[in-house]
């Protein structure tokens, strides 16, 4: 049994304007977060210039996270959860306030308890 799930999810194709927003940003993740039903525990996002952001939700489950190219449409969110929470919720959020027209994403089990035993 896996201590905890990780998706990587690729958003491609999205609002140019929407990954600009650092403010905008945090708030999409934390709302993604609390539909996913984890408890959050604090955020810290940056704007680089002149394009990008990237940022963190630590959750009690864990965390999510961001890194945007606003130039090529494109975002990398990772969302690393211990806790029993519905991941896929989050997911659907994201990609449909972030406008992506294609998504990718891969699904990893860590830390597997037997490994820990030798």
Not at 27 to 34: C, F, I, L, P, S
Not at 56 to 61: A, C, L, T
Not at 82 to 92: F, P, S, T, Y
Request: include cysteine; aromatic fraction near 8%.
């Amino acid at each position: 049994m896996p201590l905890g799930k990780q998706i990587i999810l690729e958003l491609y194709q999205c609002n140019a304007q929407k990954l600009s927003n650092p403010v905008f940003i945090e708030e999409v993740m934390q709302q993604a977060a609390t539909a996913m039903g984890a408890t959050i525990v604090t955020s810290a996002f940056h704007h680089f210039s002149p394009n990008g952001v990237s940022g963190v939700v630590v959750i009690q489950e864990s965390h999510l996270t961001i890194h945007t190219w606003p130039e090529h449409a494109y975002a990398a969110v990772d969302i690393f959860t211990c806790g029993d929470i519905e991941m896929q919720a989050g997911v659907a959020h994201l990609v449909d306030v972030f406008e992506a027209k294609e998504q990718s994403e891969q699904i990893l089990e860590r830390g597997f308890l037997g490994k820990f035993d030798k």
